[in-house]
């Protein structure tokens, strides 16, 4: 297991990335390519130090793509898509586990044991994802107030590291500050853990070129404050 330490996420994303370069290996699998792959723990001290988007994270046809997937985490935009084209979207999975909204649950778990350690919300029905063709890649959300502070760890069974994990991050470190508000507290360190933390050889020489960059310094130019994120999409800066 690997430990990437950081401040911020664009910071922590490319501490991955050189991690899973140095020290990933090569596996096969279900896929019928193989894949470069590590287990890592990303430790975020300040999920939402500026500059707080990376450029070269979003994956997903355009920039917008990424607050799209916030929507599709927080509000269920493509909860709709469930039983037709999609096996399952995050947003039930948290906020419609066979019936229950576990997120509100733990919301108020949290308001009247603070330091608790049961504050939890899971994805996985064995039932349902054993036998799918595309289960869901984070497994388990762990919060805790400590020091006042609204901390959250993700676990992740299978995480692209290269076309995800940024992604991924952003959402539940948004989500982390929705939780964070509901209880009244601000949002603390963030902790991302990945057993399978990986590329596909299809994207290596992609990866090879955005290393060079990361060891240059040449990818900070890719870090992007929010309010010039939300700018340049010419829309209102959430808060």
């Not at 690997?2 to 699998?29: C, D, F, M, R």
């Not at 493509?78 to 066979?98: M, S, V």
């Not at 733990?106 to 939890?120: D, I």
């Not at 310094?217 to 939300?230: L, Q």
């Amino acid at each position: 297991m690997h430990l990437v330490k950081a401040q911020s996420l664009p910071e922590g994303w490319e501490l991955a990335l050189l991690t899973l370069y140095e020290n990933g290996i090569w596996i096969e699998t279900e896929y019928g390519e193989d894949s470069i792959d590590c287990p890592i723990v990303i430790f975020i001290k300040e999920p939402f130090l500026e500059p707080r988007i990376h450029l070269k994270g979003i994956i997903a046809g355009h920039l917008k793509g990424l607050l799209d997937y916030v929507d599709e985490i927080l509000y269920g935009t493509q909860d709709y898509r469930i039983g037709k084209d999609w096996h399952y979207t995050y947003h039930e999975r948290l906020f419609n586990y066979q019936g229950l909204d576990q997120i509100s649950a733990l919301v108020e778990k949290l308001k009247k044991t603070p330091f608790t350690r049961r504050a939890q919300a899971i994805t996985w029905i064995p039932s349902k994802d054993l036998q799918a063709d595309s289960p869901p890649c984070i497994q388990r959300l762990w919060f805790r107030v400590i020091k006042n502070k609204l901390v959250l760890h993700v676990h992740m069974r299978s995480n692209d590291g290269l076309k995800a994990s940024f992604m991924n991050m952003y959402a539940m470190t948004e989500l982390q500050r929705r939780v964070a508000d509901l209880v009244g507290v601000p949002v603390g360190s963030y902790v991302h853990i990945a057993d399978s933390f990986h590329l596909y050889e299809r994207d290596f020489k992609w990866f090879e070129k955005f290393i060079e960059q990361i060891r240059s310094g040449v990818s900070r130019k890719f870090w992007i404050k929010t309010k010039d994120f939300y700018r340049w999409l010419n829309l209102p800066l959430k808060v």
